[in-house]
């Protein structure tokens, strides 16, 4: 049996990627796009552990919860787990270079 009971390194990453880009995420997105069984956890962690401002939503009639970060909520001021720390500096490319275009097509 492998010791691995933790979410690995790709599961966090999503989960803060989709949060800090805007998302509302579920445990079904999760399972769907990173065959993932512990999004609960990694929230918690998120919420817990780095103070992300995550609210929580049941929905319909097996109230599954649906997590996004707070509106006024800018992924810059966030600590990112280190096993994220790729996420961040992918919003930060992601970022600058949608600055580059806009500044371009004004430019033009």
Not at 18 to 26: C, F, K, M, V, Y
Not at 36 to 62: C, D, F, M, S, V
Not at 75 to 89: D, I
Request: glycine content about 8%.
């Amino acid at each position: 049996m492998s010791n691995h009971w933790h979410s690995n390194r790709t599961r966090v990453y999503w989960t803060c990627m989709a949060l800090a880009q805007g998302r509302t995420i579920n445990h079904m997105d999760e399972i769907g796009e990173v065959k993932g069984w512990r999004l609960g956890a990694i929230i918690h962690n998120l919420r817990h552990k780095y103070k992300w401002p995550i609210q929580t939503e049941y929905k319909g009639p097996e109230r599954i919860a649906h997590y996004r970060l707070t509106d006024s909520t800018d992924w810059h001021g966030l600590e990112f787990p280190r096993s994220a720390e790729a996420a961040r500096e992918k919003l930060k490319r992601n970022q600058n270079v949608a600055q580059t275009m806009i500044a371009g097509s004004l430019d033009g």
